[in-house]
């Protein structure tokens, strides 16, 4: 029967032990010196990140969210007169996509029947 694998959780343990112990029998300049260092790696990993992706996330799920809630507005008061353009709209954005699915499926049909002259 093969041997159970151990966790490492008490090794983890045992070190975090370790540093505690160290940091409680440190001096006080020692002490100074791991905070010093502690802040340089926090200040770069800070740095590494990057902010403008996180505005542009934000911004981008900010204006989907609006969106949303303007969709929600105006399907809960059907009787609104913005309802009739979100209609007319929504119509003419389908078509639009509509458009290039029945120009590729009519290439497809003439790729399929061997009508390409290009192949």
Same mark, same amino acid.
């Given at each position: 029967?093969?041997? @159970?694998?151990? /966790?490492?959780?008490?090794?983890?343990?045992?070190?975090?032990?370790?540093? @505690?112990?160290?940091? $409680?029998?440190?001096? $006080?300049?020692?002490?100074?010196?791991? *905070?010093?260092?502690?802040?340089?790696?926090?200040?770069?990993? *800070?740095?590494?990140?990057?902010?403008?992706?996180? =505005?542009?996330?934000?911004?981008? *799920?900010?204006? *989907?969210?609006?969106?949303?809630?303007?969709?929600?507005?105006?399907?809960?008061?059907? /009787? /609104?007169? +913005?309802?009739?353009?979100?209609?007319?709209?929504? =119509?003419?954005?389908?078509?639009?996509?509509? +458009?290039?699915? +029945?120009?590729?499926?009519?290439?497809?049909?003439?790729?399929?029947?061997?009508?390409?002259?290009?192949?």
């Amino acid at each position: 029967m093969p041997r @159970k694998h151990e /966790s490492n959780l008490s090794q983890s343990s045992n070190i975090d032990r370790a540093k @505690k112990v160290a940091r $409680f029998n440190e001096t $006080f300049p020692q002490a100074e010196l791991r *905070r010093l260092e502690q802040a340089k790696r926090e200040a770069a990993h *800070r740095a590494a990140e990057t902010p403008h992706t996180h =505005t542009e996330q934000y911004q981008a *799920r900010r204006q *989907r969210h609006a969106e949303y809630l303007a969709t929600q507005r105006l399907l809960r008061h059907p /009787s /609104s007169p +913005k309802l009739g353009v979100f209609s007319r709209q929504l =119509t003419w954005c389908l078509r639009e996509i509509q +458009k290039p699915l +029945k120009q590729l499926n009519l290439a497809n049909a003439l790729l399929l029947k061997g009508h390409n002259s290009d192949v």
